[in-house]
């Protein structure tokens, strides 16, 4: 009987359970969160119950958790931080995590041994900086949502969606459910840019049609206004959000001289698409393609041996890819062959939704000069309070082009969160939008210690699991 550790208690890696399981295989599943769900299915507290028009395609969110916790080759582990992947003396993926609420100082460590690995640790927002995100007030948009789904909290009284690509549509619908007035959602990208995403993929994209249609009528029926070729340029207020700047920008995202104006908000959530989650896959060795995503075959195995990706780690897709995705992992994790009949419909969608992935990653890519609606003071690193003219201050100085190098020198992505919110827009002034290398080869997402994690923890030692012994945390 194969055995399967799969990564990530999301979409994708619920499907690949599923499917592994299906399959004859035993599944070890590993999430960070208190709930399987991931950050798309989001939990509400136990006395309010599952709204579902927040709750995109809850049903299959059911479907999947009770038969992965009944079915008796399953073992969940919740609360498992997985800090780092090596592999064993015949080659096989073991997986280190920490067992218990995080930040908690009574972890415990475990490692879980298996044939083979399912990486379906997902995506977060990428939020490209401006003067004043570091106020209070404004969030992500994934934060946004997170917090509509999870506990019904509206993130202001009056609030502004900007950015770039189609979670703004959902993140404004679900704001304006629970009471919030949106002034607006502001596309950054402009019709030739959508255009030549969009249009070529057309035919592929109509199934996708009535969503889309849905979202637009609730901000019609809310009268919230949807403007393409605007974004974000500022974020006013003394001690909190009290206003944002707006202005036209053009096809490279620099802000249009005289067409800014100010709208009285306590609320910006911004999103300027999505940065996968590539640390433990590359902990495990596995390839990154160019545009930094974990490269994979049809079959979603990676470069290395009995090691898979799924979901938004290999290109971000959206939740009905990803639970395809999953279910081919799945399926060959377990033994299963690609061309077997039974995927032969779930590779049809496949093709046609990775269309719909081509669409948005044209059609809403970030334009190369952004960077010009940023001021001197304005905060690059949050963490550590880097502000752009200390960081270009360091690049003039230095005339170094490695990123190790300006990180120590400038301290811009060493903080708490390691850079996840900051690292791409520093790694795009380090290589001027892309047009210079790297010189020391170093990534924001390599880090050999995925996450966080205490010296007294690592000197408890670890408990070796494999899939044949009892690991589960339930709900």
Not at 9 to 37: F, M, T, Y
Not at 39 to 63: A, G, K, Y
Not at 106 to 119: P, Y
Request: charged share 20%; with cysteine.
């Amino acid at each position: 009987m194969k055995s399967v550790i799969v990564i990530g208690g999301g979409p994708s890696g619920l499907a690949a359970a599923e499917a592994a399981l299906q399959n004859g295989a035993e599944v070890i599943l590993l999430d960070a969160g208190e709930r399987l769900g991931g950050q798309f299915w989001r939990h509400p507290p136990d006395d309010i119950p599952v709204d579902r028009t927040l709750q995109h395609n809850w049903r299959r969110f059911t479907e999947l958790n009770q038969l992965i916790r009944s079915h008796p080759a399953a073992r969940v582990v919740t609360e498992a931080q997985v800090w780092a992947i090596d592999h064993d003396q015949h080659g096989a993926p073991r997986v280190h995590a920490a067992i218990g609420p995080a930040d908690a100082a009574d972890r415990h460590q475990a490692t879980f041994s298996a044939d083979s690995l399912i990486i379906a640790t997902g995506a977060h927002d990428h939020t490209l900086p401006f003067p004043g995100w570091d106020l209070p007030g404004v969030f992500t948009g994934g934060a946004a949502q997170s917090l509509v789904k999870s506990e019904r909290v509206a993130v202001g009284k009056r609030a502004v969606v900007a950015g770039a690509g189609p979670f703004l549509l959902p993140v404004a619908a679900s704001l304006a459910r629970i009471g919030s007035q949106v002034l607006g959602v502001y596309e950054a990208s402009r019709v030739g840019r959508l255009a030549s995403g969009w249009l070529p993929n057309a035919p592929w994209l109509i199934g996708k049609g009535p969503e889309f249609a849905g979202y637009l009528a609730r901000l019609a029926r809310h009268r919230i206004p949807y403007r393409i070729g605007h974004a974000v340029v500022r974020a006013h207020g003394r001690d909190a959000v009290e206003g944002v700047t707006i202005a036209k920008v053009d096809r490279h995202w620099r802000p249009v001289p005289g067409t800014e104006r100010d709208l009285e908000a306590d609320a910006v959530c911004v999103s300027h698409g999505f940065t996968p989650r590539l640390e433990l896959a590359i902990a495990a060795g596995c390839k990154i393609t160019t545009d930094r995503f974990v490269e994979v075959d049809h079959g979603q195995r990676t470069s290395q041996s009995g090691v898979f990706a799924v979901g938004e780690t290999t290109g971000i897709g959206g939740s009905d890819l990803a639970l395809i995705e999953g279910r081919i992992a799945g399926h060959l994790a377990a033994g299963g062959e690609l061309d077997d009949p039974a995927l032969k419909e779930v590779r049809v969608r496949q093709r046609r939704l990775e269309h719909l992935a081509r669409s948005v990653r044209i059609g809403h890519a970030p334009g190369s000069r952004w960077t010009e609606w940023l001021t001197e003071d304005t905060v690059m690193c949050r963490c550590e309070e880097v502000s752009y003219a200390q960081l270009r201050s360091v690049l003039d100085g230095t005339t170094s082009s490695g990123l190790r190098s300006i990180k120590l020198t400038s301290r811009a992505g060493l903080g708490p969160c390691q850079g996840r919110m900051c690292g791409r827009a520093i790694e795009h002034i380090v290589t001027a939008g892309g047009t210079r290398p790297v010189t020391d080869g170093v990534m924001i997402d390599r880090r050999p210690i995925a996450a966080p994690i205490r010296f007294s923890e690592l000197a408890e030692g670890e408990s070796a699991i494999t899939t044949d012994q009892e690991a589960s945390r339930n709900e």
